[in-house]
T-cell receptor
Framework: DAGVIQSPRHEVTEMGQEVTLRCKPISGHDYLFWYRQTMMRGLELLIYFNNNVPIDDSGMPEDRFSAKMPNASFSTLKIQPSEPRDSAVYFC???????????????FGPGTRLTVL | RKEVEQDPGPFNVPEGATVAFNCTYSNSASQSFFWYRQDCRKEPKLLMSVYSSGNEDGRFTAQLNRASQYISLLIRDSKLSDSATYLCVVSLGWKGNMLTFGGGTRLMVKP
């Protein structure tokens, strides 16, 4: 089975440009998560969706960041305008609701390594 | 103070050694606890969940002490393939949706 798919795997852009990261969750999963990982701050949850609806975006750093999930098989994270401090690895993860008595294991994609010059 | 704190290491151990990692968390309302493993330049993967009663998976044993708010991971008979960064993770909810990650502890197993 295909895991979580992210594209592009690497992105180099210049400050001020718009960046769009893409994610395809595992088929049948109803939760989707966006994370950011840096050396300084570690791995941080940015936003998550349940059934395509944003549930918590308290981790989104500022208005330059936006995320959408137009359907169950696709999500985007957009940064506009990008800044050098946005350089990080961005991970997408998905999970399936396993019922009230169990946690939902999150499966991570390979990440997008973003460099903003 | 970070919500989840870990010793960054690295822990350098010989093959066959037993190694233990600890982490502490600050929010006493945390409900679910995990250890994730992350290989260099790869994505994190769930290693095991952690229960108050302790749980074991092969060479790996995890323990949770709610009173002291710390979590441990014990690896017995270390293998070269265990070399990775181990991330301590907590969540406020039972469902494990909003995960808070520690900074990770790096383990290097030497031949």
């Amino acid at each position: 089975d295909a895991g979580v798919i992210q594209s592009p795997r690497h992105e180099v852009t210049e400050m001020g440009q718009e960046v769009t990261l893409r994610c395809k969750p595992i088929s049948g999963h109803d939760y989707l998560f966006w994370y950011r990982q840096t050396m300084m701050r570690g791995l941080e949850l940015l936003i998550y969706f349940n059934n395509n609806v944003p549930i918590d975006d308290s981790g989104m750093p500022e208005d330059r960041f936006s995320a959408k999930m137009p359907n169950a098989s696709f999500s985007t994270l957009k940064i506009q305008p990008s800044e050098p401090r946005d350089s990080a690895v961005y991970f997408c993860a998905s999970s399936s609701d396993r019922g009230v008595s169990s946690y939902n294991e999150q499966f991570f994609g390979p990440g997008t390594r973003l460099t903003v010059l | 103070r970070k919500e989840v704190e870990q010793d960054p290491g690295p822990f350098n151990v010989p093959e066959g050694a037993t190694v233990a990692f600890n982490c502490t968390y600050s929010n006493s309302a945390s409900q679910s606890f995990f250890w994730y493993r992350q290989d260099c330049r790869k994505e994190p993967k769930l290693l095991m969940s952690v229960y108050s009663s302790g749980n074991e998976d092969g060479r790996f044993t995890a323990q949770l002490n709610r009173a002291s708010q710390y979590i441990s991971l014990l690896i017995r008979d270390s293998k070269l393939s265990d070399s990775a960064t181990y991330l301590c993770v907590v969540s406020l909810g039972w469902k494990g949706n909003m995960l808070t990650f520690g900074g990770g502890t790096r383990l290097m197993v030497k031949p």
